[in-house]
Every structure is written in C-alpha cells, then in structure tokens.
C-alpha cells in the first residue's frame, strides 16, 4: 500500500532532550516536506527537500532541522525542544512538482513538550 | 503570492449538495488549486485538483470560473461522515503550499 510512515504517533518529552520524528514513503517521491499544525493557525510548513541531499527552510523552520540522505526517509529533528514546539505534525511527500500532483501525508505525530 | 480565502465554517444537511466556496484572486497562470480534507487530527486527505477546467472524480466536482480568481468544490450528496476541515489551496512559491486555515463543514442529520 502507498503510504506515508510516521513515527512515533504521541511523544511526551522534556525541554532540552533531543529528539527525531522520523518518515518514510514508498512511493519513490522526490518531494517530503514537514507541517505543523497549531489550533487556529492552520498547517504551516517547516522544511522541504525536493530530492536527496536537497533540503529547504519553509515558514517556520526555527528550532527545526531536517536531513535528505535517501529518497525515501525524511527525519525531522529537534535539537533542544520546547514548550512552545508543542503541536500535531505531518510529514508528507509528493511526485514532480508543478505537474498538478498533490501531497500524501502521514497520520500525524502528536509532540508535548513539558 | 497566491493565497486562499474560505469562508471558517458551514453547515450542509445531510443528503444535500455541500458547496465550498475559496477565493483565489491572485493566482499565477500556471498554478492549480487543490482541495484536501482533514477530518479529527487525521493526515489531510487529498480530494480534487485543477487547472482551467472544471473536474469531476468519486469524490467531488470541482468548479473553477473562468477568470480562475475563485473555485467552488461540491460534495453532491454529503453524508456526516463528510463533516471536516477542509482545505483550498494553491501553489505559492517554488513548491510550498500555503494551507490555510480551511472550512470547517458540518453535515447535519
């Protein structure tokens, strides 16, 4: 089945201790990006990677970093979490680009940080 | 910068036509517009795209007026499990895609 895998679905976690949600499609995309979703903010983008090795800040990439070294994995790490990092996040890939293909995005991870 | 403007919330009842209105006045010659649903805290789910024309699939039709400055997706007979955020969207830059904050359906018994 075509899907995209998150890891862990809930984390629970302490201010400082670093920490890496991961992802992985199967579908051979070139494009994987990072979301996260806060109430009454909507989905906003933290990193994007059009292809490997080939990584890009979204619009709130702060505190975030990201790696691209296979095609099919896409981790998303945070070095020192906190409390403001708190929210549900979705990783989610896609075909070429600007062909009219749209994402498939994975169920979600749901971070506290304390 | 293409952005969306939805209306924050509708109420369909169930059975009828559920019509979703987003406006898009400031979108690029080459870039579609795409509909997603998210339903609870789900993945957001993909649901229709376009160009120009207007489209059809299993799930909805979607129109887009001629000008492309706004589209209309339609759920022709909405059921409650329809009631969710649901998303217009159109490519703004490079390959981002600026979500926003979406509109809210419910479908009522």
């Known amino acids: 089945e075509a899907q995209v895998t998150q890891n862990p679905r809930y984390l629970i976690t302490v201010t400082g201790k670093k920490l890496t949600v991961t992802c992985s499609q199967n579908?051979?995309?070139?494009?994987m990006s990072w979301y996260r979703q806060d109430p009454g903010l909507g989905l906003r983008q933290i990193y994007y990677?059009?292809?490997?090795?080939?990584?890009d800040k979204g619009d709130v990439p702060e505190g975030y970093k990201v790696s691209r070294k296979e095609k099919r994995n896409f981790p998303l790490i945070l070095e020192s979490p906190s409390p403001n990092q708190t929210s549900l996040y979705f990783c989610?890939?896609?075909?070429?680009?600007?062909?009219?293909?749209?994402?498939?995005f994975g169920s979600g991870t749901r971070l506290t940080v304390v | 910068d293409a952005k969306t403007t939805q209306p924050t919330s509708m109420d369909c009842a169930e059975g009828r036509a559920a019509n979703l209105p987003c406006n898009h006045s400031?979108?690029?010659?080459?870039?579609?517009v795409y509909w997603y649903r998210q339903i609870h805290s789900q993945g957001p789910q993909y649901i229709i795209h376009?160009?120009?024309n207007n489209e059809t699939n299993e799930m909805a039709s979607l129109i887009i007026t001629e000008d492309r400055k706004s589209s209309t997706l339609i759920l022709p007979h909405a059921t409650l499990r329809d009631t969710a955020v649901y998303y217009c969207?159109?490519?703004?830059?490079?390959?981002?895609?600026?979500f926003g904050t979406g509109t809210s359906l419910t479908v009522i018994p």
């Open positions: 376009g160009l120009k």
């Open positions: 400031t979108i690029s010659g080459n870039e579609y």
């Open positions: 989610a890939s896609s075909p070429l680009m600007g062909v009219g293909y749209g994402y498939t």
């Open positions: 969207i159109v490519r703004v830059t490079g390959n981002q895609f600026y």
């Open positions: 579908m051979n995309h070139e494009y």
């Open positions: 990677s059009m292809n490997v090795e080939v990584t």
